[in-house]
């Protein structure tokens, strides 16, 4: 459950904010440094340069633009240089700080989104373990009335993951990969004969994320449950989340 500080934090926000755009408030809640990555879907710009530092305990407001569309997730175990040239354990984008259009290398837990337009005012939103899973992580609301949803994999998987899913760096696991990452299989990557929603259904890994995270996209099409929808002010997403 969130913390009584997060909460009021979260309280703030709402009765403070008068901004007629959208906002992320990204918040990192990991005992370790974290180093979020965007990335705008195309036509779409990126936030940030692509990415930044945040400390823990640390975070950082987001102006986003109406009708914005693209995602954002966690690396871990980055270290870059005094020009931004360097590597991560997971999440990597081409060895920069600032990924300016590149996506991270799974696997990586993503939290997707596409903001509405006046014409069409919903957002629609996700944490997604299609790219596999590295850091917890959530997106909640602030303001969106009843019938806002919240999209999260709150528990980490990695301590849970299965051995044939397994990445390890230096000894210790820090990533758990999808089984279209490991295998390459089309019925685990929906691709081929499976790439529709009568053929892609959820298979024994997926049913596993679903159970330990059932708010979290667990394979391709699943959005019955891991889709969200709101319209809402803003939106805090939060690295490692009370849970």
Same mark, same amino acid.
């Given at each position: ?10 309280y703030?926000?709402?009765v403070?904010?008068? @901004?007629?755009?959208? /906002? ?5 809640n ?10 705008? +879907? ?14 823990s305990?640390?975070? =950082?407001?987001?102006? =986003? ?5 693209g995602?954002?997730w966690?690396r ?5 240089? !005094?020009?931004?040239r360097?590597?991560? /354990?997971? *999440?990597?984008? #081409?060895?920069k700080?600032h990924?300016? *259009?590149t996506?991270?290398?799974?696997? #990586? ?6 903001l509405?337009t ?14 596999g ?15 806002c ?10 301590? &849970?993951?299965?051995?044939?899913? $397994? $990445? ?7 990533? &758990? ?16 004969e ?5 053929? &892609? !259904?959820?298979?024994a ?11 979290a996209y @667990? ?8 889709? !969200?929808t709101?319209?809402?002010p /803003?939106?805090?997403? +939060? ?5």
């Open positions: 459950m969130p913390t009584f500080l997060h909460l009021f934090f979260l703030l926000c709402t403070f904010y008068s @901004s007629d755009g959208t /906002q992320l408030i990204v918040m990192n990991c005992k370790e440094n974290i180093w979020p990555g965007i990335l705008g +879907t195309a036509g779409h710009q990126t936030l940030r340069d692509g990415g930044f530092d945040l400390y305990g640390e975070q =950082v407001v987001l102006d =986003v633009p109406e009708s914005w569309s995602r954002l966690g871990r175990g980055c270290c870059f240089d !005094k020009d931004g360097g590597s991560c /354990q997971t *999440g990597d984008c #081409a060895g700080l990924c300016m *259009g996506s991270g290398v799974p696997p #990586a837990t993503i939290v997707e989104m596409t509405g006046p014409t069409n005012p919903m957002h629609f939103y996700d944490v997604s373990l299609v790219d899973f590295n850091l917890p992580v959530s997106m909640i609301p602030i303001g969106g009335g009843v019938g949803g919240v999209a999260a994999c709150e528990a980490d998987l990695n301590v &849970c993951c299965p051995s044939n899913l $397994v $990445v390890k760096k230096e000894g210790e696991v820090v990533g &758990c990969r999808s089984a279209c990452l490991a295998t390459g299989e089309a019925k685990y990557c929906c691709t081929g499976f790439a529709n929603l009568n053929t &892609c !259904k959820p298979t890994f997926a049913h596993l994320f679903k159970a330990i995270c059932p708010r @667990s394979y391709p099409y699943d959005e019955s449950t891991g889709l !969200k709101c319209r809402a /803003q939106y805090v997403v +939060t690295f490692c989340p009370p849970n």
